[in-house]
């Protein structure tokens, strides 16, 4: 097991949490001395009336804004650039995203290009790095998923279909509101994906080779309240306790991950994403409990804690056969919030395979995965979760 005996914590975002958070927002933006926002959201969220919740608010206080509603799901590099344009045009002086990761990495990475021109493109990893500050940017989450109110990175699709991140310390928002009013009463398909991603980011945060106590602490913590809330939070449309506690869950995975990066599962899902169009959380639910069972013998110790952190009873189990039992809980988990069992049925297809292997092996996340993993070990994971 991997133990890192130097490491630094950095998670500088400011939380608001709660019911009714949202009407902190006025307060942060006058003492902010911003003066009109850009807001980045999705037509959906606009029609839905949950734009309107924020929108009066603004109005109430006389807070200028524009709208963007034009971000897509697995979003690509046209509305990072609308997006800033936009911003440019009105004469904005801040971004206030609203909606799931899709919005909140468009907003970010839009803030990039306002700050520092170029395209998008030239910021993914492994190209040049973010060289400075993005415009004030306060994040308010509709969904439990991809933590990107907390998290240094921000995931746009290039016009061949791949994936790329767009990371640092420069892109992490400053404030980030967790108001269960704003994600209550979700379709059950967008709950249980984006739920089934946060369950994902800190499972692979806690096997993580680059994991460290502190990421440890956030993402068991992350784990406990994800299994125990997703299944009610998902199936009412008013259980705004569990909501809450999915979206504080999602926040501490992501707190968790932005120090330890992930693993094979995101490695792999993005491609499946990125060709397919399949919703991110769903590839990730499918991959998941595959990949915890491909990487359950290289630390079966911590997948037995994350075994008692679903709540399964390890007593008198060897660390490997408590394993076994983590892989089990999720698989129920991922059962029974509908998630497709196949990436055959979620949209993906076996032609694919070697160039989505290809694409996977040039995550990052491949490297800190706790079971060594060569480009023939994911194609098997992608022939098995087909
Ligand atoms: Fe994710």
Redesign the pocket.
Known sequence: MAFQDHFSYYGPTRLIMGRGTIGNIPQIVNEQQVKKAQIVTDRGLVQAGVVARVTEILDKSHIAYSIYDGVEPNPPIRNVEACAAQYQSENCDFLLAIGG?SSMDVAKTSGVLVNHGGKITDYFIGEKPVPGPIPFLLCVPTTY??ASEVTPFAVITDDNHFKGTVAGPHVIPDVGILDADMAVALPLPIAAATGM??L??AIESYVSLMSNPISEGMALHAIRLISQNLRQAAYSDHNHEATQNMLIGSTMAGFAFSQTR?GNV?AM?HPVGGHYDVP??IA?SILLTRIMAYNRYACPEKFATIAIALGEDVDGLSAVDASVLAVEAVQNLSDDVGIPATLGEAGAKAEGIHVMAEDAMKSGNIQVNPRKTTIKDVIALYEESM
Request: glycine share 24%; net charge negative; hydrophobic share 15%.
């Open positions: 990761g998923g991809t991603d946060a994902t980011h992930l995101h899902s991110h959380g990730n």
